[in-house]
């Protein structure tokens, strides 16, 4: 789990195409795996502070909801940072 929270809000489905992991304010949240932050700011379109991080391969991850951030775009983040 990329969180210290293990509770998950809202589950992978044909209308929502992530995991929604729940947590406070106050709950860091860690790199799932080593990859490029591509994104790192504020979303208009109802993320809010994202961090996006390309693993490679077309796979990426998406940390949304932040309350703050501790990287920039282009920083190189390993599994668990």
């Keep these: 789990m990329p ?4 509770r998950i809000n809202q ?3 044909w209308r929502h195409s992530g995991l ?4 406070d304010f106050t ?3 860690y790199a799932a795996e080593t990859g490029i932050v ?5 979303n208009s ?3 809010g502070i994202q961090v996006i991080i390309d693993h490679g391969d077309g796979f990426k991850t998406r940390y949304a909801h932040l309350s703050k951030m501790l990287v920039a775009a282009g ?3 390993q ?3």
Excluded: L
Excluded at 3 to 6: A, D, G, I
Excluded at 20 to 23: L, N, Q, R, T
Excluded at 38 to 42: C, F
């Design 3 to 6: 969180t210290s929270s293990h």
């Design 11 to 13: 589950y992978f489905t």
């Design 20 to 23: 929604d992991i729940g947590g």
């Design 27 to 29: 709950s860091p949240i």
């Design 38 to 42: 591509e994104t790192a700011g504020w």
């Design 45 to 47: 379109g109802g993320y």
């Design 75 to 77: 920083t190189q983040v």
């Design 79 to 81: 599994r668990g940072q």
